[in-house]
């Protein structure tokens, strides 16, 4: 760690690898050669078009998924998924299907809502987003277009750790705050989408990976920009892309690549989690989770402290030991670590260890 750096524990924009980092650095003004940054360089440029295809084989690669899946850059955050994916695929009579497992996701089930094509399946607000549903509480309606999940809340501090059989019915999840954190077989959803902001790089860029024959189905009758073929026919340079973004994403995935793949990233992260919750379970009280045991997150670790003062108290000092971003979400209180692919172990130690003496002092 760089001395005049912090951990940076922030939900996103969150703390990236400073190995991209300082690539990106030390190759902005010019890159590969071109006597041009990559913020200057054309989006029809064949330099460019070389990122681009290069980030998406990676994305790929890493997710061991096939050619019939293809990788989008899109903008307007996750949040603009929430709308995109009943507009392409709750039509015809058919009905967008949701879990509600925090605000997230019920953001995303207002989106389908609003245009009058939206189910709950399954929700866990009578008790706090405490819980990920299980797959017995999930109840599909009749002519279902899809299901769709938010696989990590960011704002709970919940992960699921199954993934729900939806039979035919695909499977859409909202992966912003744990994409490409852990192996899964994706190859059981039909379309993946994450804000970059949390795992994967810059704020602006939203990733989607999803089956060519899924994308290929959007109405014409919906705006050109909102229409998940026309992104896919024109490779995501329909328009302008955020062509930054999409070249730090893909040196993130190269980072994940060189790392050892999800594999490693995920034992990485059980660690780190462990570490977190070790201290909670083992404070006799002092620190109380917010999410269930089986629920935990490994991304998103929430909890409270015995009264207000001592949380207030316990962001101040953990600022002062170089630990910033640590305070919860509004609607949930207390504290929140976010220990993201790039948060170092060493963060984590350090994290625990503060957490351990904050306790002693205070309890
Ligand atoms: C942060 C977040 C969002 C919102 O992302 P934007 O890019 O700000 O729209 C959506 N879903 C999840 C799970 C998130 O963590």
């Not at 192996?183 to 989408?193: H, Q």
């Not at 860029?205 to 705006?223: E, M, Q, R, Y």
């Not at 994403?249 to 793949?261: F, S």
Request: hydrophobic content about 40%; some cysteine.
């Amino acid at each position: 760690m760089e001395a005049n750096r912090v951990y940076n524990f922030n939900p996103g924009p969150a703390m990236q690898p400073l190995e991209v980092l300082k690539e990106a650095q030390a190759e902005f003004l010019n890159f590969g050669g071109s006597g041009e940054s990559i913020i200057e360089i054309s989006h029809r440029a064949k330099e460019f078009d070389a990122v681009l295809n290069q980030a998406k084989a990676d994305i790929l690669e890493l997710m061991k998924l096939g050619d019939d899946y293809d990788v989008l850059f899109l903008q307007g955050g996750a949040s603009m998924q929430f709308a995109m994916v009943p507009l392409n695929y709750a039509v015809d009579g058919k009905v967008g299907n949701y879990v509600v497992s925090g605000s997230f996701a019920e953001k995303a089930y207002k989106e389908a809502d609003l245009l009058g094509v939206g189910h709950i399946a399954a929700s866990s607000k009578d008790v706090d987003f405490r819980h990920i549903p299980t797959q017995d509480e999930i109840k599909l309606s009749d002519n279902a277009a899809y299901l769709h999940v938010c696989y990590n809340n960011t704002i709970y501090g919940t992960e699921y750790h199954y993934i729900p059989e939806t039979g035919n019915v695909p499977l859409i999840a909202d992966m912003s705050s744990d994409m490409l954190s852990r192996p899964l077989d994706f190859s059981k959803f039909t379309l993946i989408y994450a804000g970059a902001q949390k795992n994967l790089g810059p704020a602006g860029v939203t990733v989607v990976v999803a089956k060519k024959d899924f994308l290929a189905k959007s109405p014409k009758t919906i705006p050109t920009m909102l229409r998940y073929s026309i992104h896919a026919e024109k490779n995501s340079a329909y328009n302008t892309p955020p062509a930054f973004c999409i070249y730090m994403v893909g040196k993130t995935a190269a980072w994940l690549k060189a790392q050892g793949g999800l594999e490693v990233m995920a034992e990485r992260n059980a660690k780190k989690a462990k570490l977190v919750y070790d201290v909670l379970d083992n404070s006799d009280g002092f620190y109380k989770g917010h999410a269930d045991k089986d629920s935990r997150s490994f991304m998103n670790v929430t909890f409270r402290l015995p009264t207000e003062d001592l949380e207030k108290k316990f962001v101040e000092e953990a600022k002062a030991h170089q630990l910033c971003g640590v305070k919860g979400h509004r609607s949930v209180g207390g504290m929140r670590t976010s220990i993201y692919n790039a948060m170092p172990m060493e963060g984590v130690e350090r994290l625990a260890d503060f957490m351990e003496k904050f306790k002693k002092a205070n309890a």
